[in-house]
C-alpha cells in the first residue's frame, strides 16, 4: 500500500554530522527503538555498526533479542530496563539493562554471583523529568548499596532530558546540576563508568556540557532536529509514497468521504489515494492535509478513511489512476515531517513511528 523509502546515505550523513558535534572522543549510541522510529530496526542496526557505533540503544528486551536473533553481536543497551523476571533472559541475550530499582540490581548480582561473572550496568538517574530512574532522594543510597554488589559492573551512569529542544527553559541546566551531584557521588563510591551519558538529539545540538563520554541521539539521525543549528545539516531518512488508484469527476454539491465533511464547490476531479489511518495517515489531516501529485501539492479533502483518502486535483492536468502520490518527504516544504506534525497537532517522532511501520507499509532501502 505505502511505500517507505529509507536513503540510507542521508542516514549516514546525519551520523557523521553528529559525530562531528561530539568530536572523536566521545562514543555516539544511535537510538534505533521502536523499529529505528519507523525506519527498520535491524536494517539500520548493521548500518550503525559499518558506521563504527560502539552500543546501540534500544527501548524493550523484545527488542534486543530481534536484534541477536539477527546476529546482531554489538552491545545493546536496554534503556527502559527490565523488569525482575526478565533478568535471566537479558543476561542470556547479552543485553545490558539500564536499571533503576533496587530489585532489579539485586537480581542481576545475585545471577552474576551464582555465573560467578560481573554483569554489566547502566544505573539510569531521574534528575527532573519523572519518569524512569532513581530518584535523586534516594541517589546517595543507592550508589552506596550498588557499589557493594560485587558482581555488577556499572560501565554507565545515564539521565534522560527533558527539556534539551528548548533553549528558553532552564530545566536542562537544572537536571544537569543534579546529574553532575550524582557523577560526584558515584565517585566517591568508587565507580568508575566508562560511559556517562545524558545528550539525546536536543542536548548534542544545544548543551555541550551535557555531552560527557557518549551520546545518545535518536531523532536527528532520521533527519528531524527539534531545532536548527547554523552550519549544520541534517537530512530527511524517509520517504512514503503512493498511488492513485482512482480518478473521476465528481460534479458540484456532491459530498466527499464520511460525513461528508468536504462538498465539492464546482465540478472537479478527485483522485484516491491508498493508505489512510490504518497506515499512519493521521485522521487530523482530513481537509488540511496536503500531498504531491505530478510535482503539484493537492489538498487531501474529505475525512481520511482507513485504507485511503481523497484529493482534490484541479490543479493537475492529466492525473490518472497509477500515478505516484509523495505523502512524506521528497524535498517537498508542504510533504516534509513537521507540516505533518503541525498539521496532526503532535511531534515528528510520532508521525515518522506511525509511517514508516505497519503491515501494509511497504521499506524499501537504498
Ligand atoms: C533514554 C533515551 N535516550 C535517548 C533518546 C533519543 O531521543 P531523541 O530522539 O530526542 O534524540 C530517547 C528517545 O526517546 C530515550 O528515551
Known amino acids: 500500500m505505502l511505500k517507505v523509502r529509507i536513503d540510507l546515505a542521508a542516514f549516514r550523513h546525519n ?10 572522543k566521545v562514543a555516539v549510541l544511535p537510538v534505533i527503538k521502536a523499529d529505528a522510529y519507523g525506519h527498520g530496526m535491524l536494517r539500520l542496526a548493521e548500518e550503525c555498526l559499518k558506521l563504527g557505533a560502539p552500543m546501540l540503544g534500544v527501548g524493550t528486551i523484545e527488542e534486543g533479542i530481534a536484534l541477536r536473533r539477527h546476529k546482531v553481536a554489538s552491545p545493546v543497551l ?24 533496587l530489585e532489579v540490581a539485586k537480581e542481576l548480582n545475585r545471577i552474576g554471583r551464582k555465573k560467578n561473572k560481573k554483569i ?23 550508589l552506596a548499596q550498588v557499589a557493594k554488589m560485587k558482581n555488577l559492573h556499572v560501565e554507565g551512569i545515564m539521565t534522560h532530558l527533558a527539556s534539551s529542544g528548548d533553549l528558553q527553559s532552564p530545566q536542562t541546566e ?15 563510591n568508587g565507580m568508575k563508568s566508562v560511559y556517562v551519558h545524558s545528550a539525546n538529539s536536543g542536548a548534542i545540538l544545544n548543551f555541550k556540557q551535557s555531552h560527557f563520554t557518549m551520546v545518545r541521539p535518536g531523532i536527528v539521525l532520521y533527519g528531524a532536529p527539534p531545532n536548527e543549528v547554523k552550519g549544520v545539516e541534517f537530512k530527511p531518512v524517509m520517504t512514503v509514497t503512493s498511488r492513485l488508484v482512482s480518478v473521476k469527476e465528481v460534479s458540484q454539491g456532491e459530498g466527499v468521504g464520511y460525513n461528508a465533511t468536504y462538498i465539492t464547490p464546482r465540478k472537479k476531479p478527485v483522485g484516491v489515494v491508498m493508505g489512510g489511518y490504518a497506515d499512519g495517515v493521521n485522521r487530523l489531516l482530513s481537509n488540511r492535509g496536503t500531498v504531491i501529485v505530478r510535482e503539484r501539492a493537492v489538498p487531501i479533502v474529505g475525512n481520511v478513511c482507513m485504507d485511503g483518502f481523497m484529493v482534490d486535483l484541479s490543479r493537475v492536468s492529466g492525473a490518472k489512476a497509477g500515478d505516484e502520490v509523495v505523502l512524506l518527504g521528497g524535498g517537498y516544504e508542504e510533504t516534509s515531517v513537521e507540516k505533518w506534525a503541525d498539521l496532526a497537532n ?21
Open 346 to 366: 503532535t511531534i515528528p517522532y510520532e508521525i515518522l513511528c506511525h509511517l514508516g511501520t505497519g503491515p501494509r507499509v511497504q521499506r524499501v532501502f537504498k
Open 15 to 24: 551520523y557523521h554530522a553528529v559525530k562531528t558535534l561530539v568530536g572523536e
Open 120 to 142: 554489566a550496568v547502566h544505573l539510569k538517574f531521574d534528575t527532573g523529568m519523572s519518569r524512569l530512574g532513581f530518584t535523586m532522594a534516594e541517589s546517595k543510597d543507592t
Open 174 to 188: 537544572h537536571q544537569l546540576m543534579r546529574f553532575n551531584a550524582v557523577l560526584e557521588e558515584a565517585k566517591r
Open 78 to 101: 536496554l534503556l527502559d530496563g527490565i523488569f525482575t523476571e526478565q533478568a535471566e533472559e537479558a543476561l542470556k541475550f547479552h543485553l545490558t539493562p539500564a536499571v533503576f530499582t
